[in-house]
């Protein structure tokens, strides 16, 4: 689907799905790799967690495999539409819901930025069908149109919602601002789902990815690494000792490179203090 359509999508009823987004191989890949981490790890604290759930966080430091969902080219596209440049990655995990998994109770993504609704989201969310999700299996559940509420919230029993029912391999993304939740599994086997969310990069990430992640950080893309926080944002939102933040990772990082230089100094005057600039001399 062309991207103007999805972020059409988004605009009017809060969602749009991209089918088949992923190859298989890249799939099985993803999944050996994350396997172990399933197997080995504890089912859900909480109702929101799931008690018949299994959730992995901090997935750039485990698998690999997930930078390719992270920052597929056609989901950042349609983020690069709502979002300022520098976006951030706010969270990336895996939900693997097993059977007997009960419905979440609706929620919506971007609801720790506590600002008055209705508003432009500040952040968007994507969820990637490892599984196929079916409605039997917990396929996530959205109301459409909800990105668009003040302050109404959804009753549980009778809220209008559609199940994002899609093969293995789609992506449904969607407002921060949209109401949603993760279906009951009724089948007899588990509905894995993964979940990188963005948010705008003036608010602060769900979870900590420079900490997260850590010298990991190195092995992916420019683009990650700038998503995981090693970016600054206008007029020096990030930095680090007075430096663009990618030079922890690369002392001859240029901030031309990415244009962040452009907008911002730092300068030790008996204190740091900040000047707008237009070269990336010095920053
Ligand atoms: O697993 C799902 O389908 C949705 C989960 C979700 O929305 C969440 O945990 O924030």
Not at 13 to 36: I, M, W
Not at 64 to 88: K, M, S
Not at 154 to 171: C, E, I, L, Q
Not at 209 to 233: F, N
């Amino acid at each position: 689907m062309a991207t103007h359509q999805s972020v059409g999508e988004i605009k009017e009823r809060g969602y749009t799905v991209l089918e088949g987004a992923l190859d298989a191989d890249t799939l099985a890949r993803f999944r050996a790799e994350l396997q172990p981490f399933l197997d080995d790890g504890p089912f859900g604290r909480n109702d929101f967690e799931g008690h018949r759930s299994k959730r992995v966080y901090a997935m750039l430091a485990k698998t690999p495999t997930v930078a390719a969902l992270v920052e597929h080219p056609d989901v950042l596209a349609i983020a690069d539409e709502f979002l300022r440049p520098n976006y951030l990655l706010t969270s990336c995990l895996a939900i693997d819901l097993h059977p007997g998994e009960t419905r979440q109770s609706f929620h919506f993504d971007d609801g720790g930025i506590n600002q008055p609704r209705p508003r432009k989201p500040a952040g968007i969310s994507t969820i990637w069908a490892i599984d196929d999700f079916t409605d039997d299996n917990g396929a996530t559940e959205v109301i459409p149109g909800s990105h668009l509420w003040g302050n109404e919230t959804p009753d549980p029993d009778s809220a209008d919602f559609v199940k994002v029912t899609m093969p293995a391999g789609s992506v449904v993304v969607f407002a921060g601002t949209l109401w949603h939740r993760g279906g009951a599994n009724h089948s007899d086997a588990n509905r894995l789902g993964i979940t990188p969310q963005y948010c705008e990069p003036w608010a602060r990430q769900l979870e900590n990815m420079i900490l997260a992640v850590g010298p990991k950080a190195r092995d992916y893309s420019d683009r990650i690494k700038s998503m995981l926080g090693y970016s600054i944002t206008p007029p020096f939102m990030g930095y680090v000792d007075g430096r663009h933040p990618m030079k922890c990772l690369d002392d001859d990082f240029d901030p031309a490179s990415t244009g962040d230089g452009a907008r911002s100094e730092v300068f030790w005057d008996g204190e740091y203090r900040f000047r707008a600039v237009d070269a990336t001399e010095g920053v």
